[in-house]
C-alpha cells in the first residue's frame, strides 16, 4: 500500500521561508512525477508545483520565482523550498504521486498545514 508523509509546515511571518518535505513508501515503482498542490478555506485544490521522473518541473505562476520543487535522492521523495512567503501561501500542502500504467493512478498524502502571517 502506498502511503505519503509529509513534514515541514508550520507558522512563518510573511517574507519567511519554509520546506516541505514528502516520503513515499510501499511502491515497487518510480513514480512518473511527484508534485505539491494545495487547498485553502472555501477554495479549490489547486497545482502548485510538480516533477517529473525526468527533471522537468511545472510551477502556478503564484509560486514563480518564490518556490523550488526537486527530488531527494532517495527513491521518491520530494522537496518544496518556499522562500519570500505570502499570506495568501497559507493553505493545507498536499503531497501528489503518479504512476502510469494503462491509466493514471494518483496518490495523496495526508496534508500538512502551512500558515503564514502578515
Known amino acids: 500500500q502506498v502511503q505519503l508523509v509529509e513534514s515541514g509546515g508550520g507558522l512563518v511571518q510573511a517574507g519567511g521561508s519554509l520546506r516541505l518535505s514528502c516520503a513515499a513508501s510501499?511502491?515497487?515503482?518510480?513514480?512518473?512525477?511527484m508534485g505539491w498542490y494545495r487547498q485553502a478555506p472555501g477554495k479549490q485544490r489547486e497545482l502548485v508545483a510538480h516533477i517529473t521522473s525526468g527533471g522537468g518541473t511545472n510551477y502556478a505562476d503564484s509560486v514563480k520565482g518564490r518556490f523550488t520543487i526537486s527530488r531527494g535522492n532517495a527513491k521518491n521523495t520530494v522537496y518544496l523550498q518556499m522562500n519570500s512567503l505570502k499570506p495568501e501561501d497559507t493553505a493545507v500542502y498536499y503531497c501528489n504521486a503518479v504512476l502510469l500504467f494503462t491509466h493514471v493512478v494518483n496518490y495523496w498524502g495526508q496534508g500538512t498545514q502551512v500558515t503564514v502571517s502578515s
Open positions: 510501499g511502491s515497487a515503482f518510480s513514480f512518473n512525477a
